[in-house]
């Protein structure tokens, strides 16, 4: 069994609890921002002549914004210190990326920032998750406040983390915020690294960090409006199509204005919508959520958006599920298919077991659509190579197909296969 990280009941009662330090300063003070071209070509000369890994992350507009773009990049490397960049006035940052190419790059949570890092020419070769590595090291806190001080002893403020960084110009105790972002994230590396190598767990880390460099472009979600809170409440494919309707709508005017598509619309006022069924434009704008100044503002594209979902003939309406060439949703399987809904419990309880065994969430241990698919669509013979085939084409990792392959394809061989009366075979969608 794989050491957790952490102290037992003994030692933690042996070891005086001590209060973590509030750093609430970088400890070069807090840099100007980065926002010509003369200091762009000076930060990058200092990270070129820099050494070891560089700190990176981003923040962006998320709640305020339509796009996911960059408003501030945060880079830090021994030798060079902290560099806080405008990337709206610098929008392109490749010659940067290429002074630091050749370095690991730090980041946290790394799948949030590296596709607003890369449309401004930030693309890391190598890198190191320090929230990744959290889990698989087995921490339960893995936010980079929690770490750093639960790992380092020090407490970071994390005030300005929903702040809109699309305002210029910046505070100042925003920019402070931003420069502690990166203080310590090489500090947390090196300890995170120490402790993935005492557990044995360093090289599935780096295959980790491997595949997520690999990543270019993210997956295109299908049918997006299907996302929309509380869209479970609608029971028909013309809701749906109403729904639909208000979500393009909505989406086109948030484009438009660059504004993030809850502040033109909640979805709470799209299901209402639905729900209510207005008859006029005027019926509409008397519901509460559609008599603010802003809101009434477009009425008559909402109305009409209802209006076009409502005249659709029922071959333009659109499915009751979402779109798929994958397994149905798990709920429905042993309606659809018991056999296949057995596998699936027998499948998730190897996994429970050697998550516990070995303290990584169960979905890093692996993808859980690979799963999934394994137990509705299994191999004529599971046995560990027929298995570990399939995972591979689920993307599945080596070292994740290493420690599961043999005891997923030992599950699967005796799990007695479940009676099913149903002459029909079960559909995936």
Known sequence: MTEAVGTDAADAEATPVTEPELLNEPRDGVPPVVES?????????????????????????????????????????????????????????????????????????????????????LRPLRLFDTELAGRLAG?????????????????????????????????????????????????????????????????????????????????????????????????????????????????????????????????????DAVLTAPESEEALVRMPVFRGRATRRYARTWYTALAAAAALPEDGLPQAGPPGEGPPAPHRWAERDPAAAARLAVARGVIRTLSAELNIP??????????????????????????????????ARAWQIGLLAGRLAEGLASEPPVPNDSAEEPVVG
């Open 37 to 121: 071209s003369d200091a762009l070509a000076e930060t990058i000369a200092a990270f070129d002549a820099g050494t070891g890994p560089v700190a990176v992350d981003a923040e962006r507009a998320s709640g305020y914004r339509y796009s996911q773009r960059a408003y501030l990049v945060q880079i830090r490397r021994a030798g060079a210190g902290t560099a806080l960049i405008d990337p709206i006035a610098c929008p392109d940052l490749g010659m940067l990326g290429a002074a630091i190419m050749d370095a690991e790059w730090v980041l946290h949570a790394a799948t949030q920032d590296l596709p607003c890092l890369s449309e401004i020419g």
């Open 139 to 271: 921490l339960e806190r893995v936010g980079l406040g929690a770490m750093a001080e639960s790992i380092l002893g020090y407490r970071l403020e994390k005030g300005h983390s929903a702040a809109d960084w699309s305002t210029r110009p910046l505070p100042e105790p925003w920019l402070r915020y931003a420069a502690l972002d990166v203080e310590l994230l090489i500090d947390l590396r090196d300890a995170l690294e120490a402790e993935l190598d005492k557990q044995g767990k360093l090289a599935w880390a780096h295959e980790e960090f491997a595949a997520l460099t690999a990543i270019r472009t993210p997956p295109q979600r299908p049918d997006p409006w299907r996302r929309t809170s509380g869209i479970h409440r609608l029971r028909s494919r013309r809701q749906l199509a109403a729904a639909r309707a208000l979500w393009e709508a909505r989406n086109e005017i948030a484009r438009a204005r660059d504004l993030a598509p809850g502040r033109v619309l909640p979805d709470s006022a799209i299901v």
């Open 362 to 395: 169960a979905e890093n241990l692996i993808p859980p659509d690979a799963v999934r698919r394994l137990a509705w669509s299994p191999p004529r013979e599971p046995t560990e190579e027929t298995v570990a085939a399939q995972l591979a084409e689920s993307r």
